[in-house]
């Protein structure tokens, strides 16, 4: 090293600084330049095979992230909306499905009630006609037992008395009996 | 067995190897501090074909990594888009959205080549394998096939003065003519009245030094890559010139972990400084963005 400074030094006394400097160090325009192309096609290199492609994949790695997050937000929007739609739409089913019940439960209450109350007309319907059927059959039976008995009361007395009865004189007699048994 | 040993094992068997390849004939003990011509009459220098290795590396990674690329990354892709993404991110933070998006490519680039670079210094045979030459006057020489690319000062100066021209168009693309000058020359912060009269020339000779600082920067950038890592390379050359030719590895062996590290630390400052430069001017004009 010692011999090298003493080189400069004796480049230094003989020429300018800069003389000095390039003798020393051995700057030269053709070997600067040569070193600038090298740096130079090394920035080409780089720019082209390197960082030109790199950066592209990660910009574009960059876009996918984001549109996947921009995707993941849209659909968890998306899910919110659903769920609330669901919601609402439970809620409005659920309402509906209260107001059908309700509205079945009112029906069956008054269909109920017109039945009973069909029934009971049916029912007071059947204990007239009964009645009157009962009224009837107890008319006919004491038309039947007043028949029954003018006959035997004529027959008693034509038996009694001998005689053959005429219409008028059984009619009469039936007459006078029922009057006397009514009484 | 653990996996842990493993790297400094192989480091250390890649450290052992490097002097065994170049350092037995004992003749070159001082690494030269210019890169030397190895032709008389082809223009290429060993630091050349050492840059011509490491854009040849970076052409083969980024083929492989970008070859097939998918969505899903694994292998090589990984690991590319891990390094341009954590770059990208890093200086994104110091530059701002707008700002990394138009220079990028150019930080990235001086990063991975000055990494490529610093690391391909470091491999065995780098600065030990050439040949020996006599001089006119018998003097013996030695010329290495291959350099550091970084310890080369043309190398270095390449980057750091396309730095400072692209420094210029993106000042001026950002603030505009005006705004670049009243960056520099105008006063910062609110001043009103007899106040601002007096802030005027102080800020106007605050810009001259301004100015000054803008034309070292590229000088400074330049000597400050190339220093470290000659000096690191000069290092590695003298202590193993310290020992007997078979136990050379041995006094450098703790030195290259050391310029492992300087390797990427060199090329983190050279990007990050050049980022800095930027944003500083670019920082009023920024914010409109």
């Known amino acids: 090293m010692m011999s090298f400074l003493a080189a400069a030094t004796e480049v230094a006394s003989d020429a300018g600084p800069f003389e000095s400097i390039k003798a020393t160090f051995g700057l030269n325009k053709w070997f600067f330049l040569a070193q600038v192309i090298n740096f130079f096609l090394v920035i080409f290199v780089l720019k082209k095979f390197a960082f030109g492609p790199i950066q592209a994949m990660l ?125 | 067995m653990s996996r842990r040993p493993l790297i400094p094992t192989i480091t250390a068997s890649l450290a052992a190897a490097a002097p065994a390849l170049g350092a037995g004939d004992g003749v070159h003990h001082e690494l030269p501090l210019y890169a030397q011509r190895l032709h008389d009459w082809l223009p290429i220098t060993n630091s050349m074909v050492m840059t011509w290795v490491a854009v040849g590396l970076i052409v083969l990674f980024c083929q492989a990594a970008t070859k097939r690329m998918s969505l899903i990354p694994e292998g090589l892709q990984n690991l590319a888009e891990w390094m341009v993404e954590g770059l990208y991110d890093f200086l994104g933070n110091l530059l701002g959205h707008h700002l990394i998006k138009k220079t990028f490519w150019f930080f990235g680039s001086v990063f991975f080549f000055i990494l490529v670079n610093n690391y391909l210094g470091l491999v065995p045979g780098v600065g030990t394998i050439g040949w020996t030459t006599v001089d006119a006057e018998g003097h013996q020489g030695f010329i290495a096939l291959m350099r550091g690319g970084n310890a080369d000062v043309n190398m270095t100066a390449a980057m750091a003065f396309t730095f400072a021209i692209l420094w210029f168009v993106w000042a001026f693309q950002e603030n505009g003519l005006k705004g670049f000058f009243s960056h ?77 590290l300087v390797g990427f630390v060199q090329a983190l400052v050279f990007t990050l400084l050049c980022a800095i430069f930027l944003k500083l001017i670019c920082d009023h004009g920024d914010e409109h963005h």
């Open chain 2, 184 to 260: 520099i020359f105008a006063p910062k912060g609110s001043f009103s009245g007899v106040m601002l009269w007096m802030m005027i020339p102080i800020f106007l000779f605050v810009g001259v030094l301004e100015m000054i600082s803008i034309a070292i920067r590229p000088v400074a950038l330049s000597f400050r890559l190339y220093g470290n890592i000659y000096g690191g390379e000069q290092t590695l050359e003298k202590l193993m010139a310290l020992v007997p030719p078979y136990l050379a590895f041995l006094p450098a062996l703790p030195f290259y972990f050391i310029e492992l």
């Open chain 1, 59 to 183: 910009e574009q790695r960059r876009a996918r992230i984001a549109e996947g997050e921009e995707k993941l937000k849209r659909i968890e929007k998306q899910l919110a909306d659903s769920e609330k739609n669901t919601a609402e739409a439970i809620a409005k089913a659920n309402e509906e499905s209260q107001r059908l019940i309700q509205e079945a439960r009112d029906s069956a209450t008054a269909l109920t009630e017109a039945k009973a109350q069909e029934a009971v007309a049916q029912a007071q319907q059947i204990l007239v006609k009964a009645e009157a059927a009962a009224k009837a059959e107890r008319a006919q039976i004491a038309a039947e037992l007043k028949q029954e008995f003018g006959r035997l009361v004529t027959a008693t007395t034509a038996q009694v008395t001998g005689k053959v009865l005429t219409p008028d004189d059984q009619a009469r007699i039936n007459q006078e009996a029922l009057a006397k048994v009514e009484s």
